[in-house]
């Protein structure tokens, strides 16, 4: 296990990097925004766990090896920010739907097809496997039990910690979507606004490069 002074320090860490609203977050909030508390809350659960398979493959040293690998990184990133501005598009594509559907208890896709896409576009993160990378291995100590099992140990932390903060994120989005969903065309424009936020994060994870 890790020892309780490296783990607090991580969880010191880990509350500073995820307070800051990073792809994860802005995903969420615009998910928030076209579908609902619901919708948001589902997309914040898929990319949640997304983390536990990428921090198994860093555990087992595979993480190490794609970071290094600018082709597998740029595969990896080109990918995650096509689905974004996908999803974004659809979202404006169909932001009259939206406005229609907001009065309805119903999800306007499944819980498993958000889920799944949430799921997507955490596993397509490479900012999330480079700070798995670069972050985890600086808070386990190397005379203190398995390497591995520390850092699925301080992965896992990581995750609660990211659901709980993003699921914030959602609460509180959800509660401006509210106040807009009283007039159609506000949800409208709300809805639009949520798919040309993930459509500029696609794009802002395109011209990122793996030094960041």
């Known amino acids: 296990m890790v020892p309780l002074?490296?783990?607090?320090?991580?969880?010191?860490?880990?509350?500073?990097?995820?307070?800051?609203?990073?792809?994860?977050?802005?995903?969420?909030?615009g998910r928030t925004l076209?579908?609902?508390?619901?919708?948001?809350l589902l997309s914040v659960?898929?990319?949640?766990?997304?983390?536990?398979?990428?921090?198994?493959?860093?555990?087992?040293?595979?993480?190490?090896?794609?970071?290094?690998s600018l082709a597998l990184f740029t595969v990896l990133k080109i990918a995650g920010a096509l689905y974004?501005?996908?999803?974004?598009?659809q979202a404006?594509?169909?932001r009259r739907d939206a406005a229609a559907d907001v009065t309805s208890t119903a999800l306007p896709a499944s819980p498993a097809r958000q889920l799944w896409q949430g799921f997507v576009v955490g596993i397509t993160n490479p900012k999330t496997l480079a700070f798995f990378v670069a972050v985890l291995p600086q808070f386990v100590d190397l005379q203190t039990g398995?390497?591995?099992?520390?850092m699925l140990e301080l992965g896992l932390v990581?995750?609660?910690?990211?659901?709980?903060?993003?699921?914030?994120?959602v609460?509180?989005?959800?509660?401006?979507?509210?106040?807009?969903?009283?007039?159609?065309?506000r949800i409208e424009t709300l809805t639009a606004t949520g798919g040309g936020m993930m459509i500029g994060l696609g794009a802002i994870l395109l011209v990122t490069g793996p030094e960041h």
Do not use: C, E, K
């Open 34 to 40: 076209t579908l609902g508390r619901r919708g948001g």
């Open 158 to 169: 990581f995750a609660m910690i990211a659901l709980v903060s993003d699921s914030i994120w």
């Open 84 to 89: 974004l501005m996908y999803l974004g598009v």
């Open 171 to 185: 609460f509180m989005a959800a509660g401006a979507r509210a106040w807009f969903a009283r007039s159609p065309r």
């Open 146 to 150: 398995s390497v591995s099992l520390q």
């Open 5 to 29: 002074d490296n783990l607090l320090a991580f969880i010191a860490a880990a509350i500073v990097l995820i307070m800051i609203p990073g792809p994860a977050v802005l995903f969420s909030v």
């Open 92 to 94: 404006i594509r169909h």
């Open 45 to 68: 659960a898929g990319v949640t766990l997304a983390l536990i398979p990428i921090v198994a493959l860093v555990a087992a040293g595979v993480g190490a090896i794609i970071a290094q």
